[in-house]
């Protein structure tokens, strides 16, 4: 499936009556979760999406709620039965949807007219002009950004990912803060520092928000402002993964990446204490800088851009840092610094990163042969028949 977004050009009516649906979308989520916490609190008992998809008419039957499409508010309840399930595999438990946060509702029926979407109960919406959205729509998202309002629509079309015409071609890629990325080849891509950049206009912006009363108009303003200042930064940095995983699109056939937890990576440090019970440093004022770096360099949304433009393929990340290209030697005595590498058993040198980045595609390399054998191995194994008992030949 494919996601295309459209910017719509919208009048006052179609924004008033689009914000209104939000807004009942928002409460319908709050009530289903409120639903589920008493029901447990009281009873320990959990309600079903089903139970509260079929409270639905009941609440419809208020004006206001039932000028909202029925389809957009059981997809609220399937949201929200999404937060769930993902509390129960070990995330945050679900919250309450807020009116800065909860800017968004779904539609299950789209058709597409020229350059005009038609969604139900509203009609027409004008979108502007872009390239043609091949497909089958699926669902069509609304989304109310500092922007303006766009619609995600997921189609059931395909993306061709056009090849270069040697399949065996193939890339490792270290990444790293000092510099974004380093392949095998000896590409060094300077790390950009987005947030660095616009760091000082940031402060600023926090500083004078922080400076005015909360909810008057000028603090709104004044929100806006930062908010959108961020939405530069967001739109800068996309910018950049686009084109940097376009450029290795169309010279690779192949990406090895180290299967990095960028989630585990940037995560606070755990808090520490001594005997006496007292909390002692852990290291995390360091470690924040660390983790604003990571995050900004985006190298989870560089995987996730490079994984529908090329084939990716990940490798263990273990001591691909010490481990020695030539040789496999591996101990921590082979990083001399950050970006020196000089191996304690063969004598081989080179850049940390560019070492690293050769291991990466040897193991990728390695990985992609045995399963390749592996899969001749079971495709040629029924020609030669199989014999259960050899007593009966």
């Not at 208020?62 to 509390?87: H, N």
Request: charged share 30%.
């Amino acid at each position: 499936m494919l996601t295309h977004k459209r910017k719509l050009i919208l009048n006052q009516a179609q924004q008033s009556r689009i914000d209104g649906w939000i807004g009942v979308c928002r409460l319908v989520y709050n009530m289903g979760l409120e639903i589920r916490i008493a029901s447990w609190k009281s009873r320990q008992k959990f309600v079903s999406k089903f139970e509260l998809i079929n409270q639905l008419p009941e609440l419809r039957k208020i004006e206001w709620i039932a000028d909202a499409p029925a389809d957009s508010l059981q997809a609220v309840i399937e949201r929200l039965d999404k937060s769930y399930q993902k509390f129960f595999k070990g995330g945050g438990f679900p919250k309450w949807a807020g009116r800065r946060k909860y800017n968004s509702m779904l539609f299950k029926r789209a058709t597409l007219e020229s350059n005009k979407i038609k969604l139900p109960k509203i009609g027409l919406l004008k979108m502007f002009k872009d390239s043609e959205i091949p497909g089958n729509i699926k669902t069509v998202t609304i989304k109310k950004e500092l922007t303006g309002y766009f619609a995600y629509i997921v189609t059931d079309a395909v993306k061709e990912i056009s090849r270069p015409i040697g399949e065996n071609q193939a890339v490792g890629i270290d990444m790293g803060i000092s510099s974004f990325c380093v392949t095998s080849d000896g590409h060094v891509v300077e790390n950009p520092r987005h947030f660095k950049k616009y760091e000082r206009k940031l402060r600023i912006e926090g500083r004078s928000l922080s400076r005015k009363k909360k909810g008057s108009s000028r603090w709104k303003k004044q929100a806006r402002k930062l908010g959108l200042l961020h939405h530069k930064i967001g739109n800068v940095r996309k910018d950049f993964l686009h084109k940097e995983s376009t450029k290795l699109a169309a010279k690779y056939s192949t990406v090895y990446l180290e299967d990095l937890k960028v989630g585990n990576m940037s995560r606070k440090a755990k808090p520490q204490q001594d005997e006496s019970g007292a909390f002692i440093p852990n290291g995390q004022s360091a470690k924040s800088g660390l983790n604003r770096s990571i995050l900004d360099a985006g190298w989870g949304m560089y995987r996730e851009m490079l994984e529908y433009k090329i084939t990716v393929e990940t490798v263990n990340p273990k001591h691909t840092s010490q481990e020695c290209f030539i040789c496999g030697h591996i101990s921590p005595d082979n990083r001399k610094s950050q970006s020196v590498f000089e191996c304690t058993n063969c004598g081989h040198s080179d850049h940390a990163d560019s070492n690293a980045s050769k291991v990466i595609k040897g193991r990728g390399t390695a990985h992609s042969r045995e399963r390749k054998s592996l899969d001749y191995a079971l495709a040629v194994e029924p020609s030669f028949g199989y014999v259960s008992n050899p007593r009966r030949r």
